[in-house]
């Protein structure tokens, strides 16, 4: 197959499928078409989602739909203060063998078994178990004594977070919030998506959901993302929106010093960098641009960046410094190579 022919290939394999999940998730879901399309991003790149909002606003409800339309198994863990590690990674019990008479171990898999992994109110569960579900996302596999056991593929974990209860709360660590590819904040539907979602929710209804993809076609169109390039200046464009969020590197703007107490490391750019391609691919395209990466900023590197003390208390967000960010940062070449400040940048 020529490489034109395997393009043409790829851009409808994804469109397809693309086409057809936000179709049957329509049929549950009204409006979140932004949420949509990042969960579908984020799938295809092989990455985890956090997802935060208030009650009662679909997540649970997106998250378990979309995972019976790509015909994956799916467990749904209600994260709690009392949740052990063996919860939902699973335990070793010792069991007779009937015949023999003889006692041995055999180990019952916990609910981190499945390709989706729904964590509901991810941060209302202490360290200790948290840090058994990071060892899931980033190794995809877990240890149970000194035995380490392969997770499902493909392995997708998406988590909810409330923010607007503290009380009983275990906020995420930063070295657990950089394992997540995208942050996405789920917000209040539109009065005519909130009017679609009475009328249906209010009434018999009757959903039947058709699967889209097996796990081995998922598998396919992940790997089908990977080979889709990037040229050098998309990923010196992503690499120094990165850069400008660090402390204490040269060529950084003086409002970052001023807002920012931490900056976001490496794992930023390869996620901008995947995450452009799968959306490229998605839009209809085999190469990533500026756009791409521009789009994604922000769920990339909202939970990767800390506000320092005095941006908290004039009410900045992260959002907020990040659009500062893509507004002082040229998307062409040109421009972008001959400013002395960037060239600062690329020589650090």
């Given at each position: ?140 596999t877990v240890t149970v004594g000194r035995v380490r056991h392969e997770l499902a593929d493909p392995f997708f974990v998406l988590a909810t977070q409330n923010p607007i209860e503290q009380e009983g709360t275990y906020p995420l ?40 993809l097996t796990a081995e076609e998922l598998i396919e169109l992940q790997s089908l993302v990977r080979d889709v390039p990037a040229s050098d200046h998309v990923i010196r464009y992503a690499i120094t929106l990165v850069r400008q ?104």
């Open positions: 197959m020529s490489e034109s022919e395997f393009a043409a290939s790829a851009i409808e394999k994804i469109a397809v499928a693309r086409s057809r999940i936000l179709d049957q998730l329509g049929q549950v879901i009204v409006g979140q078409s932004d949420v949509m399309e990042e969960l579908l991003i984020c799938l295809m790149s092989r990455g985890h989602c956090l997802l935060e909002g208030a009650p009662g606003l679909a997540k649970t409800l997106m998250i378990s739909t979309l995972s019976k339309v790509l015909e994956l198994s799916f467990s749904r863990i209600q994260f709690t203060p009392d949740l052990m590690p063996a919860d939902i990674t699973g335990t070793e019990i010792i069991e007779e063998n009937k015949s023999t008479g003889a006692r041995e171990f055999r180990f019952l898999q916990g609910p981190l078994f499945s390709h989706v992994v729904l964590a509901d109110e991810i941060n209302r569960t202490p360290p200790k178990t948290q840090a058994a579900l990071l060892e899931a996302m980033q190794e995809r660590p930063e070295a657990q919030q950089d394992r997540f590819m995208f942050k996405v904040f789920v917000k209040y539907p539109s009065f005519d998506d909130e009017f679609e979602i009475a009328r249906r929710t209010t009434v018999k209804q009757s959903v039947k959901l058709e699967p889209v969020t660090r402390i204490g590197e040269p060529g950084i703007p003086d409002f970052v010093t001023e807002m920012l107490a931490w900056g976001a490391g490496p794992r930023s750019v390869q996620f901008l960098i995947l995450g452009g391609k799968a959306r490229a691919l998605l839009h209809g395209r085999t190469h990533v641009t500026t756009e791409d990466i521009q789009a994604l900023a922000k769920p990339v590197l909202r939970h990767r960046i800390v506000l320092n003390y005095g941006a908290e208390s004039e009410g900045v967000s992260a959002d907020d410094v990040i659009d500062r960010i893509l507004q002082e940062t040229p998307a062409k070449e040109d421009q972008l190579t001959s400013d002395a400040r960037f060239q600062k940048i690329f020589a650090s």
